[in-house]
């Protein structure tokens, strides 16, 4: 099966195209390079130079790879940002989104496997949340990648699509070869910058907002390893090839952990002290995100293996601290 991968020199995009390759699909990775990298995609993988907003082209390599499932991960991804350049994420990802639906359908590419996010449920009632929990996102990211949901699922009803939207909590770690990893530029998120100030390159880590409704005051986060997302993905894809009908499921673990225990866990499993600071708290930031991911362990078969807090940490570790400049020679 021909699988395009937009997004696929990303952070999770190039571990879903490792495990594609792993488990006998042929991955086309798909990129912009506006914040993938080359070096994230191995050799042997087929890589196109293409912008998500490109119609004409999207759907020529569609035809041209005889395209059977599509894989969508190009976006924007950053909460805060989302909050001051909201016409960059309504563009990038609603608009390069529904670009992608378009093409499908022209073509006849019917699958679509999608990278959604907690962020769509906001400040959630309870937790561990399920996916019929209330959708009411606090930031301008979480209402974008809502928004393409219900695009995909008027789609679906009237057109002959078919999906999965995978919502993720907060990916982490790094493939356990240690050949691919994180690297964002600029770096916002919590375990990559925490990795800074643990190798020098940060004077400290800010943790924003201490006075949350939480145990310690500080953001509960449900941490997923990035190479569990992968095997969802080739599932979700699995499934969908064999007559699945469209769904939504969350990826997370269940258990939330607080910046304050990541910075500690960091802290004992790396043996490296640095400086902690606190800070105002960051806008658009729901106090608690932990998922239930009953669904999709049940109707999918999915388990996370390598998500404990000591497996993330360590294998992030492992890339960060053998590739203190990430991807750049
Ligand atoms: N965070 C923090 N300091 C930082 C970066 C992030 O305290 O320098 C907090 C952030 O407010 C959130 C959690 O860490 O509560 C995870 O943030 P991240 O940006 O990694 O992921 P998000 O939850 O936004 O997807």
Not at 206 to 218: C, E, H, N, V
Not at 237 to 244: F, H, Q, R
Request: charged share 20%; aromatic share 10%; with cysteine.
């Amino acid at each position: 099966m021909n699988v395009l991968v937009t997004g696929g020199a990303g952070y999770i995009g190039s571990h879903v195209v490792e495990e594609l390759c792993k488990t006998g699909y042929k991955p086309i990775v798909y990129d912009n390079f506006s914040t993938g990298h080359i070096d994230a995609v191995s050799d042997d993988v087929q890589l196109i130079e293409g912008d998500i907003h490109d119609f004409s082209f999207l759907k020529h390599v569609i035809g041209e790879y005889e395209i059977d499932a599509v894989m969508h991960f190009a976006a924007s991804s950053l909460v805060g940002e989302s909050m001051v350049d909201p016409a960059k994420y309504y563009y990038n990802n609603v608009a390069g989104s529904l670009g992608i639906l378009d093409a499908m359908r022209e073509t006849g590419a019917n699958l679509l496997v999608f990278s959604s996010t907690a962020a769509v449920y906001g400040e959630p009632d309870q937790v561990p949340i399920t996916e019929d929990a209330k959708h009411a996102p606090t930031n301008v990211y979480g209402k974008t990648k809502l928004m393409i949901e219900t695009m995909m699922a008027d789609y679906a009803s009237a057109y002959d699509l078919r999906y999965v939207a995978l919502r993720y909590f907060n990916a982490a770690g790094a493939a356990l070869l240690g050949n691919i990893g994180e690297d964002h530029n600029p770096e916002t998120h919590l375990l990559p910058l925490i990795f800074k100030a643990a190798l020098g390159e940060r004077k400290d880590i800010a943790i924003f907002g201490t006075d949350y409704p939480t145990p310690d005051g500080t953001c509960l986060r449900d941490y997923i390893h990035v190479c569990d997302l992968a095997t969802a993905h080739v599932l979700a894809l699995k499934y969908l090839a064999e007559g699945g009908l469209s769904k939504a499921y969350n990826l997370g673990t269940e258990h939330g952990f607080s910046v304050r225990e990541i910075i500690a866990a960091v802290k004992k499993i790396t043996g490296k002290d640095f400086a902690v600071r606190e800070e105002a708290r960051r806008a658009g930031d729901p106090a608690k995100l932990i998922a239930s991911s009953e669904k999709i362990k049940k109707e999918l078969h999915w388990e996370p293996k390598h998500s404990s807090i000591e497996d993330i940490v360590a294998s992030a570790w492992r890339w960060h601290s053998t590739h203190p400049n990430g991807y750049a020679k």
